[in-house]
């Protein structure tokens, strides 16, 4: 085990996240990408367009082929934003706040699960390792370059 390096095993337990929630997705003809966007609007106000990108941590263009696909299955409808003429609000559809329900049970069943197999004290301290992993990249402590004077 001494060989299995952090980044390899970050990788592999999100693969294997991904394979499950995208085998459940496929339960109702979707996508794990479609039902994270379906939890990351709000469900009352709607989102910008523009804040949703950065939220999920996501380029425009793949954010833009997700919705205009999710357009197109009903889920949501884009509407004018009132406090900005330029930008538009991402609202959900009925059908879509039922998909987002169902998205939104499949990601709490799984912390549940995890939580009844794993320690609190575990948990605690891998929460600390992740928040320590993204400081460090948030940083840029990882790669820095060495200065020289």
Do not use: C
Not at 51 to 80: D, F, N, W, Y
Not at 110 to 124: A, G, I, T, W
């Amino acid at each position: 085990m001494k060989d299995v390096t952090i980044d390899y095993t970050l990788r592999a337990t999100w693969q294997a996240v991904a394979r499950m929630y995208n085998e459940e997705a496929r339960e109702i003809d979707s996508t794990m990408a479609v039902g994270f966007t379906l939890i990351s609007i709000d469900p009352k106000t709607g989102t910008p367009s523009t804040a949703l990108g950065p939220k999920m941590g996501m380029e425009a263009t793949s954010l833009s082929r997700i919705l205009k696909s999710m357009e197109e299955k009903g889920l949501i409808e884009r509407k004018p934003n009132p406090n900005d003429g330029r930008g538009v609000l991402i609202h959900l559809t009925e059908f879509g706040l039922e998909k987002r329900n169902y998205s939104k049970e499949v990601v709490l069943r799984f912390d549940q699960v995890v939580k009844e197999h794993v320690s609190e004290e575990s948990l605690n301290g891998f929460f600390n390792v992740m928040k320590a992993i993204n400081g460090l990249i948030t940083d840029k402590n990882i790669y820095a370059k060495a200065t020289t004077n």
